[in-house]
T-cell receptor, first 113, second 108 residues
């Protein structure tokens, strides 16, 4: 089954404690991205990756890091989480080419206290 | 970048009623998708529809790219249809820009 898998689904952590949210896709897609969703602000792109070892900032990259060492994986790293990073996070992937559909993971609900 | 607007922002229906949700976009699109966000927060792909019409059970969607809008039709609504419906589009790139959503509540 084609899917994008995120882990964990839910996470409560403390300010400053480094964490990683994993994302994996099994569709051999080249393009992957991370979004965060906040009330009143909608879904905004954090980072994206066009291919292995190619990443770039989205609209709200501050406080986040990503890596793309393998095509299937695109982890989101919060080196020093802060309460304003409490949000619902989504990973997405799509095939190369403009006219292709994007697929989203199940979401990760992160709370930073 | 492309802008996406959805209407109405909120909608309350009685079970069995039909509804139409609208999505306007500001520029030419190469990707137009509809999603349903369920009460658990999951984004469910409904349609990938940069142009034309598609149907899936009680749901159908139409995109008129030349006039820069898309419509999502829900027929014979059920309580399980409740949630937020998002339209998202890309214009010339890969980044999906989301609308602000339509919050749908279906009551018995």
């Amino acid at each position: 089954e084609a899917q994008v898998t995120q882990n964990p689904r839910y996470l409560i952590t403390v300010t400053g404690k480094k964490l990683t949210v994993t994302c994996s896709q099994n569709m051999n897609h080249e393009y992957m991205s991370w979004y965060r969703q906040d009330p009143g602000l909608g879904l905004r792109q954090i980072y994206y990756s066009m291919n292995v070892e190619v990443t770039d900032k989205g609209d709200v990259p501050e406080g986040y890091k990503v890596s793309r060492k393998e095509k299937r994986n695109f982890p989101l790293i919060l080196e020093s989480p802060s309460p304003n990073q409490t949000s619902l996070y989504f990973c997405a992937s799509k095939d190369r080419g403009l006219y292709t559909e994007a697929f989203f993971g199940q979401g990760t609900r992160l709370t930073v206290v | 970048g492309i802008q996406v607007e959805q209407s109405p922002p909120d909608l309350i229906l009685q079970e069995g009623a039909n509804s139409t949700l609208r999505c306007n976009f500001s520029d030419s699109v190469n990707n137009l998708q509809w999603f349903h966000q369920n009460p658990w927060g999951q984004l469910i792909n409904l349609f990938y529809i940069p142009s034309g019409t598609k149907q899936n059970g009680r749901l159908s969607a139409t995109t008129v790219a030349t006039e820069r809008y898309s419509l999502l039709y829900i027929s014979s609504s059920q309580t399980t249809d409740s949630g937020v419906y998002f339209c998202a589009a890309t214009g010339g790139g890969n980044k999906l820009t989301f609308g602000t959503g339509t919050q749908l509540k279906v009551e018995l």
